[in-house]
């Protein structure tokens, strides 16, 4: 980390030359606008800096000075027994400073406000509902990402909202606590209403995990850090350009929680993040320069014991929950490293040699004590758990550069066909050298094995995500309980959202049994236009 940093604040102040004084790394490959003239950026960036080889970086140092915002929590109201919020999805313009110029503001999408939205949160065993708005200029939708619902409530490409209109899903919540996170989902444009920053967080608690001894002031001591990156044009706009970039665009300006640059006071020994990937393309690995810390929970929930790691690995979609500790006084750093993406073709290219800080911690000179995570697994995993034993259907996903099994998204197609009650397999394999974030709706899986391996310790716990290092085949173990449907299907795709966008997605049914559903047209399929 320590060569990393520079007085260079932007990329602009590279590309004016400001670079060239520099000691800095920051270059332009991962960007990859073209693949050959990033190498050719590298190796002038490279010689004007002086720095070594290999620890080229596509983004930006930046000073940690701004406060981390910490996304409201929303309002809800019990209605007749139904914990009611409200949402809004909305134009604004918000200030990246120190990204861009001060006093810029930069047009973005938000929930309730310009830019992200607010935290929902509800209780295991609680019906919820949601009154979405759209007060944008095109259609958009709102996904429960990880969130086990009917599909009618799911908010992918079928249950679009026109400008103007409004849409209340409603369901019980019935799964483990967990961070799940909402996104717009709209037939071939989630990339871009994700990007100009639809998104937020939707925290599930339960018994088990409250009595897990973690640290749960929200924004205190439990903090939500949303990471992502964006590219801002020379007027500090976002830029929505397709760059061409295999993986989609990598943003030289990385945030948490929108902003750049972020601190975030610490007055506990123990804070736990809830680190959500919400980047449209780039894979990260999160860790401290000077510590390890505890994983606590993935995608669907706590895992079965904290796992003590150095680094965590996150594609676009997935989530963790760690648990850092902290002495007095100290400051720390969350970093993204140099990330493993497998056999992938030019990881550079793919974001894999970029290293950069993320989040500072600064502690307090006196620390309020914190107990040690600790919980009883079976508080947790009864009633939840999948047996691999219990497996009656096996299903095969081949993903290639933007399709799955040969076929690119129809809305109007169903893949497959699930009956409610089965335990099934699904194999999943990218057969081609790209990064590749598989996501199933409704489902929280296990990952049985990697290539026939176990798989390694932070993949144990509950998914609704996983990254597909290429060339490799992923067996993952869902069980279909409820909420049949044999006309509105359920999503699986690509997470990195210009390929899902580009058509790496498909869809399943879940019936009853004996049902004679069969893959083919769905009847009255919505969906947007693609242009
Ligand atoms: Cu996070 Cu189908 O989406
Ligand atoms: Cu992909």
Known sequence: MTARRCGCTTRRDVARGHGASCTHNVGAGARNRAVVAGVATVVLLTAACGALPGSVTSVDAVTFDQELAIPPLAESEVVDGVRTFSLTAQEGTTSFAPATEPGTQTETWGFDGAHLGPT???????????????????????????????????????????????????????????TLWYHPHPHGETEEHVYRGLAGMFILD?????????????????????????????????DL???????????????????????HEVTTERVRLRLLNGSTARTYTFGFPDRSFDLVASDGGLLEAPLELDQV?????????????????????????????????????MGGDDAFDVLELRAADELTPSPEPAWEPSQHADGDAL?????????????????????????GRIDEVATVGDTEIWEVRSTVPMPHSFHVHDVQFRVLSIDGG???????????TVYLEPRRTYRLLMRFEDYTDGTVPYMYHCHMLRHEDEGMMGQFVVVEPGSDATPGPLQGAAGHATH
Do not use: C
């Open 120 to 178: 929902l949160r509800a209780e295991r065993g609680e019906r919820v509902a949601v009154d979405v708005a759209n007060d944008l200029d095109e259609a958009t939708s709102v996904h429960w990402h990880g969130m086990h619902l009917p599909p009618a409530m799911d908010g992918g490409p079928h249950q679009e909202i026109e400008p103007g209109g409004t849409w209340r899903p409603t369901w019980e919540v019935d799964q483990p606590a967990a």
């Open 206 to 238: 339960d018994d088990a995990t409250r009595a897990a001894d973690l640290p749960s002031g929200y924004g205190v001591d439990d903090v939500p850090v949303i990471v992502q990156d964006k590219v801002f044009d020379d007027a500090g706009q976002l």
């Open 241 to 263: 350009t397709d760059d061409g970039g295999e993986p989609g665009t990598l943003g030289g300006v990385v945030m948490a929680n929108g902003t750049v640059g972020a601190y």
């Open 313 to 349: 690995r996150l594609a676009p979609g997935e989530r963790a929950e760690i648990v850092v500790t902290m002495a007095a006084g100290e400051t720390t750093r969350l970093a993204s490293t140099e990330t493993d993406l497998g056999s992938v073709a030019v990881p550079f290219a």
């Open 387 to 411: 047996d691999a034993a219990d497996a009656t259907v096996t299903r095969t996903f081949e993903l290639d550069e933007r399709r799955i099994n040969g076929e690119r998204m129809d809305p």
């Open 454 to 464: 176990p798989p390694p310790e932070e993949l144990a716990g509950r998914k609704d």
